[in-house]
């Protein structure tokens, strides 16, 4: 089984810049998305992490460090259109390459 | 590609009453996933399928049902709709290259009274 965590809900300022964490705890990893979800819509994919390390996209990167069960989602260049929920999930190694999702972090850009 | 579709949008049932959530993707992808969310909350694994007949329980299959007979379609079914039902179901796929991303279906929201 998997236990992910992350905050409830965050508050940043249009312009700057937020870093979501996501800690877990698993059995046979394989790989950490994060996803964003704005209301009322479905997830939509963000990141990709199965290396330890930084992937950037843009405004948007994602650390991972396998050692310490460790993520970040880090937003730079805060827009009002980035206030939306974002989900970190882990990936166990096996055969239905299964997601397991962390409750999910709410954040909300002000002007 | 139309992606990942579901259907109904939207459904008000009364308790024990059942009904199908549709779920069709036409990327030929092998896995596919049915996931409830409830208000504020991540998404729970309902059911999954690898491929055409095989089907398998998530973290929370008590009160649902599934089928796979095509690689397109994977129907969920409530048989006696309870009120802990009410919640958001998303349907996603995923293809044969695990460095993909699970693809969401819009979702179907489900109102159980």
């Known amino acids: 089984g998997q236990n992910i965590d992350q905050p409830t809900e965050m508050t940043a300022t249009e312009g700057a810049i937020v870093q979501i964490n996501c800690t877990y705890q698993?059995?046979?990893?394989?790989?950490l998305f994060w996803y964003q979800q704005h209301a009322g819509e479905a997830p939509t994919f963000l990141s990709y992490?199965?290396?330890?390390g930084l992937e950037e996209k843009g405004r948007f990167s994602s650390f991972l460090s396998r050692s310490k069960g460790y993520s970040y989602l880090l937003l730079k260049e805060l827009q009002m259109k980035d206030s939306a929920s974002y989900l970190c999930?882990?990936?166990?190694?096996?055969?239905?390459?299964?997601?397991?999702f962390g409750g999910g972090t709410r954040l909300m850009v002000k002007p | 590609n139309a992606g990942v579709t579901q259907t109904p949008k939207f459904r008000i049932l009364k308790i024990g009453q059942s009904m199908t959530l549709q779920c069709t993707q036409d990327?030929?992808?092998?896995?596919m996933y049915w996931y409830r969310q409830d208000p504020g909350m991540g998404l729970k694994l309902i059911y999954y399928?690898?491929?055409?007949?095989?089907?398998d329980k998530g973290e929370v299959p008590n009160g649902y049902n599934v089928s796979r007979s095509t690689t397109e379609d994977f129907p969920l079914r409530l048989e006696l709709a309870a009120p802990s039902q009410t919640s958001v179901y998303f349907c996603?796929?995923?293809?044969?290259?695990?460095?993909?991303?699970?693809?969401f279906g819009p979702g179907t929201r489900l109102l159980v009274l």
């Open positions: 698993t059995s046979g990893f394989n790989g």
């Open positions: 999930a882990v990936r166990e190694e096996d055969a239905g390459n299964m997601l397991t």
């Open positions: 399928s690898v491929g055409a007949g095989i089907t």
């Open positions: 992490n199965v290396l330890d």
């Open positions: 990327m030929n992808h092998n896995y």
């Open positions: 996603a796929s995923l293809g044969s290259d695990s460095q993909e991303t699970q693809y």
